[in-house]
């Protein structure tokens, strides 16, 4: 398995350098990443269920694709890769928002990201790749919004923040 980097950034998202995954979310170093939610033509939200396996929140349910962009890689296309790496399919998207967050995802791993949210639109039937996804599904917004509330440690942490974002842009 090859090692995997970070980008490490400021609080204004400015480039500090690169370290290694593992040991950024090992010490809470705060880094790049983005999150896509892909939405279809109903306005139902497509949710991947990260594989068992994933070093941290595995089995937990979230948004349609969440990364990390490689040293030197645009966002947007960083976040296009990944949807065709883990999902099997890629739509045009646009980033709508960026948030920081810092959270404790449990065995001694701290997520401290600068996210980068996109939106896209698609009807497409993806294709996981199941190192990456366990499940995946489209679902409204209303029943998710109730979900999330009624059972929040089924999602990620990243995903409970990035979704209550979402929505307070989306009813402005």
Same mark, same amino acid.
């Given at each position: 398995?090859?090692?995997?980097?970070?980008l490490l950034?400021?609080?204004?998202?400015?480039?500090? %350098?690169?370290?290694?995954?593992?040991?950024?979310?090992e010490?809470?170093?705060l880094?790049?990443?983005?999150s896509?939610f892909?939405f279809?033509?109903?306005?139902?939200?497509?949710?991947q269920k990260?594989?068992?396996e994933?070093?941290?929140?595995?089995?937990l349910?979230?948004?349609?694709?969440?990364?990390?962009p490689?040293?030197?890689?645009?966002i947007?296309?960083?976040a296009?890769?990944?949807?065709?790496?883990e999902?099997?399919f890629?739509?045009?998207i646009?980033?709508a928002?960026?948030?920081?967050?810092?959270?404790?995802? %449990?065995? %001694?791993?701290?997520?401290?990201?600068?996210?980068?949210?996109?939106?896209?639109?698609?009807?497409?039937?993806?294709n996981p790749?199941?190192?990456?996804?366990e499940d995946?599904?489209?679902v409204?917004?209303?029943?998710?919004?109730?979900?999330v509330?009624?059972h929040? %440690?089924?999602?990620t942490v990243w995903?409970i923040?990035?979704?209550k974002?979402?929505?307070?842009?989306?009813?402005?």
């Open positions: 398995m090859s090692v995997e980097y970070v950034v400021n609080r204004n998202d400015q480039p500090l %350098g690169t370290m290694e995954k593992i040991t950024a979310h010490r809470g170093e880094h790049r990443a983005f896509v892909v279809n033509s109903e306005g139902e939200m497509m949710l990260r594989a068992s994933k070093y941290h929140s595995g089995g349910w979230t948004n349609t694709v969440c990364s990390h490689k040293a030197g890689e645009e947007k296309s960083a296009i890769r990944r949807m065709n790496e999902m099997g890629t739509c045009d646009e980033e928002f960026k948030f920081i967050y810092k959270s404790d995802v %449990g065995d %001694g791993l701290i997520e401290n990201e600068f996210d980068h949210v996109f939106i896209g639109h698609s009807n497409a039937q993806p790749n199941p190192e990456e996804v995946w599904k489209y409204p917004m209303d029943w998710l919004v109730k979900d509330e009624d929040p %440690g089924h999602y995903f923040i990035a979704l974002k979402l929505l307070k842009q989306t009813t402005k």
